[in-house]
């Protein structure tokens, strides 16, 4: 007898730097969460641990937070298209501390990200926040290769 288990997924978590690469996660996600039934949760988090070294002003974090709201706003709003419930966040710290954090408070599914974000030389040199938070989340992760990869 062949044991059958059933996946339920009812909150995805879809963490979003505003990039095309990002965008080509939004839309698995997106598609995912409407088989399934499942809530979209878009989450932006601006990375105060890059400017630990740089006095960064609040005008700065502000405008970071800004760039946050439309990237968040691109996730929900292409979930609402699809008939999704989504909601959006937009938080200041380590990237994938706070991507694994938020995961874990809001219990997470499944997190779905891009392979690749903005920072390319920071992959090389420190290993990316996708990396990370594969490694480090509770979560499964859905991992998804931009179409210019």
Known sequence: MALVVRIVYDDILVPTD???????????AVDIAATYG???????VVDTSA???LDATE???EDLEDEGEV????????????GVEAQGSVTTGNVHESIT????????????????GRRGLDRVLVGSVTERVVRT?????????????
């Open 38 to 44: 499942a809530r979209i949760h878009a989450l932006y």
């Open 101 to 116: 954090a938020y995961a874990r408070a809001n219990d997470i599914d499944l997190i779905v990200m891009g392979t690749h």
């Open 59 to 61: 005008t700065v974090v």
């Open 71 to 82: 990237a968040v706003e691109y996730v929900t709003a292409a979930a609402e298209d699809a």
């Open 137 to 149: 989340a509770d979560a499964p992760v859905l991992t998804v290769r931009s179409g210019a990869d």
């Open 51 to 53: 400017y630990a070294t």
């Open 18 to 28: 505003g990039s095309p690469e990002a965008e080509a996660a939004v839309e698995h």
